[in-house]
């Protein structure tokens, strides 16, 4: 396995696993049925292109196949971005992918994380996903520790961004934090091993749409999910 920066060879990979197998996957996505709901993913699809447009996302790539078996699509944000996915609900008309959107505009309106670390910009681990078959290979661990390494090579003033339309990428606000949303208890264990410290733990039912609440969506031993930190 190899893990490398997604380049306009590989994103428009990095879009069909997304679509293919993380919609299938991921806690929240199967709560919306996004999967099912084909529609909603060119909507979707223009939140995934600006995030790797950011130069900061990863692919592990099975060198035996070439073929794409995880992902950790990734962007960077700065406090004054901070309504950056209210915005982007508002573009949506399809009720999977605006439901997507908003819960995790509501989950950032809940836990401001830039005040809560005291930080005006971060690196954010958006979507991390792994095929079935590769789930036992250490695969999504890797992925976030090569994440936390391009972040702090990033924050020693090293631009070593990657564009995928050939446009230059200035370094811009280095990040000075790492941050994930964790919807499993696989994903909380690997931010737990490599030193995440919890902001929030926040409980699926907290949250209503549509007149429904997301804790009956939700397939999940666990009633919650956490937004989680590093510091760099």
Known sequence: MSNDPVTWATSEDVIEFIDDSF???ET??????????TECFSELEVLLRRTAADGVSIVAVDVASGAVIGVALNKLQDKTDSAFYQEFTKT???????????????TKTKFDIFEHCGVTSLFE????GVLPYFKKQHVAKKLVQVSVDIAKQLRAGNNIKVSINNQKLNLGNPPDIVTGIFTSQTNRKIA?????????KMYYD????????LGDLVISKKPYFTYEYLKL
Do not use: H
């Open 92 to 106: 949506l008309k399809y009720p999977a992918s605006r439901k997507l959107a908003t819960w995790i505009a509501d």
């Open 192 to 200: 737990k091993d490599l030193n995440f410290e919890v902001g929030s």
């Open 28 to 37: 929240v996505c199967k709560a919306f049925d996004v999967y099912n709901q």
């Open 23 to 25: 919609y299938a996957q």
């Open 206 to 213: 907290e949250f209503l749409y549509d007149g429904q609440s």
């Open 125 to 128: 681990i958006m979507f991390l």
